[in-house]
């Protein structure tokens, strides 16, 4: 069966400080991979998504990037973050290319940028 | 851009009541999904409706999508303190492009039920 991981769990980092998020998903092969921010209790907004190695796609422009190292590995980065960076991030993925496949999200991180 | 709107956003109702979130947009979409996150935790698919019209009945829980396919509402029977939590729509772009599996999520309803 399919399982993605996030990690780490919580992060407090203070302001101009580095980022790395990251996300690996098992039991599947050429997954497409997204990365999202969620506001607390509110929707999500898509951060970037790949849909292979070395493959990114950014929805927004913003203080992030992303990289695919590997075809089931996805990491979010910073140089230097910003108050606005905090935020709950969830990373998923899903098969093919339709729309309607449904995407499996992995258990987050809860990010608090000081 | 294609937008959704989902309404309301925060329902407080007692056991057993029944209620109803709806989502909305002036864009039609290929698909409409529903998920339910608790906090802390990612979101959970509950349902995919894909055909203008559809229905999907999933124990208490009533989906469907709208003719147009621009429009989809839940609907939960007799509703249970488990039912609590954050339920979010989906929807996929109109077909004809490449849409590369994304979704455009609605803002959430903040559901809380009350024993």
């Known amino acids: 069966s399919q399982t993605i991981h996030q990690w780490p769990a919580t992060l407090v980092q203070p302001v101009g400080s580095p980022l790395s998020l990251e996300c690996t998903v098992e039991?599947?092969?050429?997954?497409?991979l997204y990365w999202y921010r969620q506001a607390a209790g509110r929707g999500l907004q898509l951060l970037f998504y790949s849909v292979g190695i070395g493959q990114i796609s950014s929805e927004v422009p913003q203080n992030l990037s992303a990289s695919r190292p590997q075809d089931r590995q996805f990491i979010l980065s910073s140089k230097k973050l910003l108050l606005s960076d905090s935020g709950f991030y969830l990373c998923?993925?899903?098969?093919?290319?339709?729309?309607?496949?449904?995407?499996?999200f992995g258990p987050g991180t809860r990010l608090t940028v000081l | 851009t294609q937008l959704l709107e989902q309404s309301p956003q925060f329902l407080s109702i007692q056991e057993g009541e029944n209620l109803t979130v709806y989502c909305n947009s002036s864009?039609?979409?290929?698909?409409l999904q529903w998920y339910r996150q608790e906090p802390g935790e990612g979101p959970v698919l509950l349902v995919t409706?894909?055909?203008?019209?559809e229905v999907k009945k999933l124990k208490r829980l009533t989906f469907q999508f709208g003719d147009a396919r621009k429009d989809s509402s839940l609907h939960i029977t007799a509703a249970q303190p488990g039912d609590t939590g954050l339920y979010l729509c989906a929807g996929g772009p109109k077909a004809g492009g490449t849409s590369y599996g994304k979704l455009t999520f609605g803002q959430g309803t903040i559901l809380t039920v009350h024993p």
């Open positions: 998923a993925w899903s098969e093919g290319l339709v729309s309607y496949n449904e995407q499996f």
């Open positions: 409706v894909v055909t203008g019209g």
């Open positions: 039991g599947t092969s050429n997954p497409n």
């Open positions: 864009s039609v979409f290929s698909s």
